[in-house]
């Protein structure tokens, strides 16, 4: 007996995931990801005296290439998650709000204007006041 009905697309979807989820990932594992895996191994070679420098060396000849400041912060990285220890990212530190004291000086007005007397002449005339200790 036949179904008369037809594949719907979200059968077909799924049926395709399900097909996808069975294949590898086209993306490799990370650097760090490979690190963390052969720590260990990399313990085992500082306490047998061997610089960060031999051992990148040897990395690098086997495909995993990076610098020497980054492979220094991957193993560190690694031996916290291992030990426990809450690793600080940029997103989880607490940003403190700065708080700046207010100047002990209060700063000086400027210099205001001021009318003359009206006896001295018909007109109005303005005088400027100097603040000797404002700084120009």
Same mark, same amino acid.
């Given at each position: 007996?036949?179904?008369? @009905?037809?594949?719907?697309?979200?059968? $077909?979807?799924?049926?395709?995931?399900?097909?996808?989820?069975?294949?590898?990932?086209?993306?490799? =594992?990370?650097? &760090? =990801? $490979?690190?963390?895996?052969?720590?260990?191994?990399?313990?085992?070679?500082?306490? $047998? !005296? &061997?610089?960060?420098?031999?051992?990148? =060396?040897?990395?690098?000849?086997? +495909?995993? +290439?990076?610098?020497? +400041?980054? &492979?220094?912060?991957?193993? *560190? @990285?690694?031996?916290?998650?291992?030990? +426990?220890?809450?690793?600080?990212?940029?997103?989880? !530190?607490?940003?403190?709000?700065?708080?700046?004291?207010?100047?002990?000086?209060?700063?000086?007005?400027?210099?205001?204007?001021?009318?003359?007397?009206? *006896?001295?002449?018909?007109?109005?005339?303005?005088?400027?006041?100097? *603040?000797?200790?404002?700084?120009?």
């Amino acid at each position: 007996m036949k179904s008369s @009905r037809t594949d719907s697309p979200v059968d $077909k979807l799924r049926a395709a995931l399900r097909e996808m989820a069975s294949e590898q990932p086209l993306r490799s =594992q990370s650097i &760090f =990801q $490979k690190i963390k895996e052969i720590l260990p191994e990399i313990r085992d070679l500082t306490n $047998k !005296r &061997f610089t960060d420098v031999e051992i990148l =060396q040897r990395l690098s000849a086997n +495909g995993i +290439g990076m610098s020497l +400041g980054t &492979f220094r912060q991957y193993v *560190n @990285r690694a031996m916290r998650e291992q030990s +426990g220890t809450p690793t600080k990212t940029k997103r989880q !530190r607490k940003i403190e709000p700065v708080v700046r004291a207010e100047p002990s000086v209060t700063p000086t007005p400027p210099a205001e204007a001021s009318p003359a007397p009206d *006896n001295a002449n018909k007109e109005s005339k303005v005088v400027l006041t100097h *603040n000797p200790n404002r700084k120009l």
